[in-house]
């Protein structure tokens, strides 16, 4: 059974850099792209990027100029790091993990196994 | 990068049928056949239910499919249940990234 479980900072204030990590228990870490998705409360969902084991990385180009993701296949983790927050940054930040058609290896996009989610509030 | 289009709320009595719609460009979901459907509850993480337009992972009910036309997705759920009632996001590829819509509330009258 797939087990993604996250921590982090759960209080920063305005400019700093939010970071997040996620490990995930179970499974095949290194076939499988992982992402970082958030949610503003009481709004939708939004995309936030990916990476792979061997860090290839996609960002939403709307954060780009201030998202890194990264992995540590050692571990089996990825994180996030989101620098120079702002009150629009708050949000649930989830983890999740992308998924696979098995038969070819191919990745696929969407998420079919989540972490619990982490609720980053910016208040100065 | 502007959100997909859904309604902000739809409803439907048990038994019946609903659909969502989710409406984009051609650049998301009319270019590509990566369009899936989430079903969020209060405070808790999204689940897939639909996942490239019309697949439904193993453990979905039949009850939930998928379909596409031009630029608007549509996911319907048939036999409404009560536990059905939740939110419900859209989710495309859009060429190097991925677009949610804003989502709808679903409620079983």
């Known amino acids: 059974q797939v087990q993604l479980q996250q921590w982090g900072a759960g209080l920063l204030k305005p400019s700093e850099t939010l970071s997040l990590t996620c490990a995930v228990y179970g499974g095949s870490f290194d076939d499988f792209f992982w992402t970082w998705v958030r949610q503003p409360p009481g709004k939708g969902l939004e995309w936030i990027g990916e990476t792979n084991h061997v860090g290839v990385t996609n960002y939403n180009p709307s954060l780009k100029s201030r998202v890194t993701i990264s992995v540590d296949t050692s571990k089996n983790q990825f994180s996030l790091k989101l620098s120079s927050v702002t009150a629009a940054d708050t949000a649930v930040y989830y983890c999740?993990?992308?998924?696979?058609?098995?038969?070819?290896?191919?990745?696929?996009?969407?998420?079919?196994?989540w972490g619990q989610g982490i609720l980053v509030t910016v208040s100065s | 990068q502007s959100a997909l289009t859904q309604p902000r709320s739809v409803s439907g009595s048990p038994g019946q049928s609903v659909t969502i719609s989710c409406t984009g460009t051609?650049?998301?979901?009319?270019?590509?056949?990566?369009v899936s459907w989430y079903q969020q509850y209060p405070g808790k993480a999204p689940k897939v239910r639909i996942y490239?337009?019309?697949k439904r992972p193993s453990g979905v009910p039949d009850r939930f499919s998928g379909s596409k036309s031009g630029n608007t997705a549509s996911l319907t759920i048939s036999g409404l249940q009560a536990e059905d009632e939740a939110d419900y996001y859209c989710?495309?590829?859009?060429?190097?990234?991925?677009?949610f819509g804003a989502g709808t509330k679903l409620t079983v009258l």
């Open positions: 490239d337009v019309d």
């Open positions: 051609s650049s998301d979901v009319g270019g590509y056949n990566y």
């Open positions: 989710c495309s590829y859009a060429g190097s990234y991925l677009v």
């Open positions: 999740a993990r992308v998924g696979l058609r098995s038969l070819e290896y191919l990745r696929e996009y969407y998420f079919d196994y």
